[in-house]
């Protein structure tokens, strides 16, 4: 009988100590409604000129209609890959009283030859730039728009993916589309929770 009391009394003051613990560290699993995303200006680390600032508001502006609370951030995402959070984002975060953060990255794959790249699938191939002084055609590689969307306290991303992108000849509309396309889908990610 002692000892059955002494098991039932350690398996109480385990629960109770793991109960403890799992409290302070505990963050909500879902966000209160209307979550709150900023977005960092757009990390350029390929050698293509972008517009990076303008790509942000774009991407702010795409995810507003789509029905999300977002804003925009003064802070930038960072060049290096994979993508985090870094001290400026998550003061900023913060302030703004986010929920979570939302990081972009242009990258040109060739530029990184040694890390794993995810498949690509293009359709008929490469397509040529066509530029009526020139006869001969230029080939333009595919970019990457790396993206992650960050909870905030959490370290591991809710959503880490990559949006291709073929560079246009007007640099400016460029990666537009990405960005339309990135705020799609971290609009159906984040109606999903």
Known sequence: ???????????????????TIVAQDEI?????SGAKVCVAIVGNASTTSAFVE?????????????KINAVTMDSRTTDKHPLQLSTD????AKQKECDYVL????????????????????????????DASDPSPVYRENLQ???ALFRIGRFKPVLDTVVLERPS???????????????????????KH
């Open 1 to 19: 009988m002692r000892l059955h009391r002494f098991a039932v009394l350690c398996s109480l003051g385990f629960l109770a100590v793991a109960s």
């Open 28 to 32: 909500p699993s879902q966000p209160k």
């Open 54 to 66: 303008r790509l942000a508001e774009r991407l702010t502006r795409s995810l507003k209609q789509n």
């Open 89 to 92: 984002n998550g003061e900023e």
């Open 103 to 130: 990081l972009s990255q242009i990258r040109d794959p060739r530029q990184h030859p040694l890390e794993p790249q995810l498949p690509e699938i293009s359709i008929g191939g490469r397509v040529p730039r066509v």
């Open 145 to 147: 728009v790396a993206f």
């Open 169 to 191: 000849a007007n640099a400016s509309d460029t990666f537009l589309p990405a960005m339309d396309h990135e705020a799609n889908r971290v609009s159906h990610e984040l109606k």
